[in-house]
């Protein structure tokens, strides 16, 4: 049976959301289209930061920049669990700097579903994957018919 059930009332627990959170950010690192993964984690984080069920903490230099250039991400708090995220042009001017992340500091290891942990974010998001399963139909090959020769197009 599943933990977390649909009701507009309940809303899941800062606990739960994170241990959400988490699955889906294990599970991007190695999905063949991450995109939608990273941005339904982004979409969930800033939403708990709004409801105060997160805070931003700092920033740390980005392990994987772009372009071999020095990158920040901002370091998300959220309950027992820490997230990176992309930083706004504010939080460089409000957030402290930790410099390079602690590799010794480990989030805490979490079981959980990776379709319960979308639908979950889902629904707390109201984000929903767009469906691209079928590919747009493409036009039908025809053969061309020639003309007998001589005689003009």
């Known amino acids: 049976?599943?933990?977390y059930k649909e009701s507009p009332a309940h809303s899941p627990s800062t606990s739960n959301l994170a241990k959400a959170i988490f699955t889906v950010n294990r599970h991007a690192k190695t999905a063949t289209n991450p995109k939608y993964l990273?941005?339904?984690?982004?979409?969930a984080l800033l939403k708990m930061i709004q409801e105060g069920r997160a805070e931003k903490a700092g920033l740390h230099f980005s392990n994987n920049p772009k372009n071999s250039q020095q990158q920040s991400d901002v370091l998300v708090v959220c309950g027992e669990y820490t997230f990176h995220i992309p930083p706004c042009k504010e939080d460089f001017s409000t957030l402290p700097h930790f410099g390079s992340l602690d590799k010794k500091k480990r989030n805490p290891k979490t079981y959980m579903n990776l379709t319960e942990a979308k639908r979950m974010l889902q629904l707390y998001t109201g984000f929903i994957e767009k469906d691209d399963s079928s590919p747009p139909r493409k036009k039908q090959y025809r053969k061309p018919v020639f003309?007998?020769?001589g005689q003009s197009y």
């Open 38 to 43: 990273y941005l339904l984690k982004k979409k």
């Open 147 to 149: 003309k007998p020769l």
């Open 1 to 3: 049976m599943n933990a």
